[in-house]
């Protein structure tokens, strides 16, 4: 397995079956928990910027002279978005210093989130989609990850604020 591929199949978590994408995306959960308890919610920022372009690079690379622009095996693009849209849970963590797990409904919601938008497709998501290229690939799950972000933030207002 060459290195794009390694890299665009997260370690070959892309060929899980079914549903690679979910697959892919609760690989993406786990990882960030531990990137999480290494270096809080700076080390999980760091790790989503650079995350995008090693993605569309190796996306770029999987997909040359390829029909389909986006392989179901590639799931680096789900990491992405899902790390994006794990941030305000992350960030909550990390900033009143509790145990990122203290959090588990944040974490959960941020993943069921971004699984609806990304499977949907809502606007943006669905334009960027219809790029059929690399780029696109990428940034459908990276504007999922951020609608999914502001739904996990204002649903954790909702309770913290309102219901509590």
């Not at 943006?124 to 459908?140: I, N, Y």
Request: glycine fraction near 12%; proline fraction near 5%; charged fraction near 10%.
């Amino acid at each position: 397995m060459s290195a794009a591929q390694l890299i665009a199949t997260v370690g070959g978590s892309g060929y899980l079956r079914p549903a690679p994408g979910t697959w892919g995306s609760a690989v993406a959960v786990l990882l960030a928990l531990g990137l999480h308890a290494l270096g809080g919610f700076p080390l999980l920022v760091l790790a989503t910027l650079l995350v995008f372009p090693l993605g569309w690079w190796a996306t770029a690379e999987v997909t040359r002279d390829a029909e389909d622009h986006d392989p179901s095996e590639v799931v680096i693009d789900e990491v992405a978005g899902q790390w994006l849209a794990l941030w305000p849970v992350s960030y909550g963590a990390w900033h009143a210093g509790l145990d990122a797990l203290a959090l588990y409904p944040g974490w959960i919601c941020g993943f069921l989130l971004f699984r609806l938008f990304d499977i949907t497709k809502p606007n943006l998501v669905g334009w960027a989609d219809r790029r059929g290229d690399a780029l696109g690939v990428m940034l459908d799950d990276v504007i999922a990850g951020v609608y999914a972000a502001l739904g996990t933030a204002a649903l954790a207002a909702l309770f913290h604020l309102v219901l509590a």
